[in-house]
């Protein structure tokens, strides 16, 4: 079992950045598949971007590429997601997502994910 908890979400200009922290609670965090999804009012969750258990392999959404990047800290239990030159577009309540997956394979879909965060809103003004 894994509790996941979001954080710095919040206001933000166009063309601004934000960090997105996601703590773990858990021994075996190292051991988990990690990804960030979104979810917009209205619309369904999408995929944001994952990074695998190892580090080894990462995948981001097409809207996001070369604007965010997900890392991790299992020493702090932690994923980040760094997110650069937003666009209000990003707006949303962004959630991190575990799996307990030792494998390079990232993972995409939210039905892959066993565990979930409280979310965390991210609003970008224009």
């Known amino acids: 079992q894994v509790q996941l908890v979001e954080s710095g979400g919040g206001l933000v200009q166009a063309g601004g950045s934000l960090r997105l922290s996601c703590a773990a609670s858990?021994?075996?965090?190292?051991?988990?598949?990690m990804g960030w999804f979104r979810q917009a009012p209205g619309k369904e969750r999408e995929f944001v971007a994952a990074?695998?258990?190892?580090?080894?392999?990462?995948y981001y959404a097409d809207s996001v590429k070369g604007r965010f990047t997900i890392s991790r800290d299992n020493a702090k239990n932690t994923v980040y997601l760094q997110m650069n030159s937003l666009k209000p577009e990003d707006t949303a309540v962004y959630y991190c997502a575990a799996r307990s997956l030792r494998s390079d394979i990232v993972l995409l879909s939210p039905g892959e994910y066993d565990y979930w965060g409280q979310g965390t809103q991210v609003t970008v003004s224009s």
């Open positions: 858990g021994r075996t965090f190292s051991s988990y598949s």
């Open positions: 990074r695998s258990w190892s580090g080894s392999s990462t």
